[in-house]
C-alpha cells in the first residue's frame, strides 16, 4: 500500500519554527495564490478558453473516489444528500474553506461556502485572471453535481448564490434526484 506523505516534524535547527496551525495556514494561502498564478500563465499562454477547460478538467478525477475515500478516511454516515453534504464539507474544509449546513437529511441539505478561491476573486487581486468558468462552474458546481450522481440515492447539487457575483457565501442546495424528477 502506497504511504501517504506525512506531516513532517521540524527537526532544525533553523532559525524559525511555525506551529503546525501556522504551517497549515500559510500553505492554504500559498496554495490559492498559486492556482491562480498558474492560470494566469496558462491563460495568458494557450488562451483562457484553454486555461478554464484544464480548471475544470482537473477535479474530474476524484469524482469515482472521493465519496467512498471521505467516508473511510473520515468515518462519513449517511446517504443521499446527507452523505454529500458531509463529503462536500470535509473536502471544502480541507481546502480551507468554512462550510454553514442547514437541513441536512437523506432528500436535502443545504451549504453555504465561506471559498478561499472565492475570496480570492472578491479581492480584486486576479482580476486579469479569466478562470472563474473553470473554478467555480465545472471546477465547482457542476463537478459537487457529478459527485452527488455517485451517491445512493443519486443527488442533485444546485448553486443558488456565487462569490464571483459578490455573494458573502457560494450557497448550494442538494436534492435526492428522485425528489426533483430527471
Not at 473554478?135 to 445512493?152: F, K, N, P, S, Y
Not at 464571483?164 to 442538494?174: E, F, V
Amino acid at each position: 500500500m502506497a504511504q501517504r506523505f506525512p506531516v513532517l516534524e521540524l527537526e532544525g535547527p533553523g532559525s524559525v519554527a511555525l506551529s503546525l496551525e501556522e504551517r497549515y495556514a500559510t500553505l492554504e494561502n500559498v496554495f490559492v495564490h498559486q492556482f491562480f498564478q498558474l492560470y494566469r500563465i496558462l491563460g495568458e499562454r494557450l488562451g483562457w478558453e484553454t486555461a478554464n477547460e484544464i480548471a475544470g478538467e482537473v477535479p474530474e478525477s476524484s469524482i469515482a473516489l472521493i465519496v467512498d475515500g471521505y467516508a473511510r478516511k473520515f468515518g462519513l454516515e449517511g446517504q443521499g444528500a446527507e452523505l454529500l453534504s458531509k463529503v462536500l464539507q470535509a473536502e471544502f474544509q480541507a481546502e480551507g474553506a468554512d462550510v454553514r449546513v442547514s437541513g441536512e437529511c437523506t432528500e436535502h441539505a443545504e451549504l453555504e461556502v465561506l471559498c478561499p478561491f472565492g475570496a480570492m476573486l472578491q479581492s480584486g487581486r486576479y482580476a486579469d485572471v479569466k478562470i472563474e468558468d473553470g473554478l467555480c462552474d465545472r471546477g465547482c458546481a457542476v463537478w459537487m453535481d457529478r459527485v452527488g450522481a455517485t451517491v445512493e440515492p443519486p443527488v442533485r447539487a444546485e448553486r443558488l448564490a456565487w462569490m464571483g457575483d459578490g455573494a458573502s457565501r457560494c450557497h448550494y442546495r442538494l436534492t435526492a434526484a428522485a425528489a426533483d424528477g430527471p
